[in-house]
């Protein structure tokens, strides 16, 4: 236990901080009574333990958990009710995905049953609508209920487009491996159509919405055949995996060189943050697998990339011949 202890703490520091130096500064003891207790020959007292918990702020149920192949614990992300509990979400994932650009060892795997969020996170009309969605499903005082994106959109403070727009630029320093599938545009095109169906959306914006959707499915394509992120400034990869056997499930899991995590769904825009090694190594295992039954689109050919991202394409015209056709009944 005492191993996997060390080297959880040691994935929570810099790759230039040494995690014996860390211990010795934390602990108030010697450089070679920390060595030997961050190589296993000297064993951690309770007291010290809790110490080293204390400072890197990891419950001593956490401490508990380490080692145990059948116990883990989650962190739930905090719930979203409102335009400032969004803005909060957006703020917090910042401060959790800065400290990664600064690891080159640093990756994410993302297992996309919708289209990645930083995708959305742009000033264009389809990060409105994302904001509208997400919070027309979280409010819970109902005073959303009958309001319209058009009414929606004079109400956003600039404040969460920023905030939001910030989040999205860290992704772009990170290397990012992705699972998509034909259905992964489905959900986005879906809530389009609902909306415009109720009258809550209009055909405008409704169209304005669908280009922007297009433009996404050209970054995501672009970035597929560079194999690297657009507008990285440090040449982070990039690798699409088509996968037709396993459906996605909006995982996503972070890795570096001392420390694995991931990230699973509860519920909208709320995520459950598993650190429990056992379990996290096993999902990597699983992300290894699923590369393995994947088809990795950069060495799939022209002809297949070119029909994958056609189709998507496809969709979306069909979003909007239906919007101009529905529109046009409305008349009659």
């Avoid at 236990?1 to 080297?7: A, D, T, Y």
């Avoid at 979203?80 to 995905?97: A, M, P, W």
């Avoid at 959303?144 to 860290?170: C, G, Q, Y």
Wanted: net charge neutral; glycine share 2%; proline share 2%.
């Amino acid at each position: 236990m005492q191993e996997l202890f060390i080297k959880y703490i040691k994935g929570l520091l810099p790759e230039n901080r040494s995690i014996i130096d860390e211990v010795s500064e934390i602990l108030n003891i010697s450089y070679d009574a920390a060595y030997r207790r961050v190589n296993n020959k000297t064993s951690l007292s309770i007291s010290e333990a809790v110490i080293l918990a204390k400072h890197f702020k990891i419950s001593l149920n956490k401490l508990y958990e380490v080692g145990e192949q059948n116990t883990l614990l989650a962190e739930k992300s905090p719930a979203i009710r409102d335009v400032s509990g969004l803005e909060n979400y957006f703020n917090t994932s910042f401060k959790s995905i800065e400290p990664l650009i600064k690891l080159k060892s640093a990756s994410i795997i993302y297992s996309a049953k919708d289209i990645p969020i930083f995708y959305t996170l742009t000033d264009t009309f389809i990060t409105k609508y994302k904001f509208y969605v997400w919070l027309k499903f979280l409010n819970e005082d109902g005073s959303m209920s009958k309001t319209s994106f058009e009414e929606f959109i004079e109400t956003i403070p600039a404040s969460l487009i920023k905030s939001a727009v910030n989040l999205a630029d860290r992704y772009n320093y990170i290397n990012i491996t992705e699972f998509w599938n034909d259905n992964t545009i489905n959900g986005t095109l879906q809530q389009i159509f609902y909306y415009f169906e109720t009258g809550l959306l209009s055909k405008k914006y409704a169209l304005l919405i669908c280009e922007d959707l297009k433009d996404i499915v050209n970054h995501v394509e672009q970035q597929t055949i560079d194999q690297t992120i657009l507008n990285s400034k440090n040449n982070a990869t990039y690798h699409l995996y088509k996968s037709d056997l396993l459906t996605m499930s909006n995982t996503v899991m972070v890795k570096t060189q001392y420390h694995k995590m991931f990230f699973s769904p509860f519920t909208v825009l709320t995520y459950l943050k598993v650190q429990h090694p056992p379990t996290c190594e096993e999902m990597d295992r699983f992300f290894e697998k699923q590369m393995k039954n994947s088809k990795l689109l950069v060495n799939a050919g022209e002809k297949d990339r070119a029909l994958f991202f056609n189709k998507m394409q496809q969709k979306i015209n069909t979003i909007i011949e239906r919007i101009n056709i529905n529109n046009d009944l409305i008349y009659f």
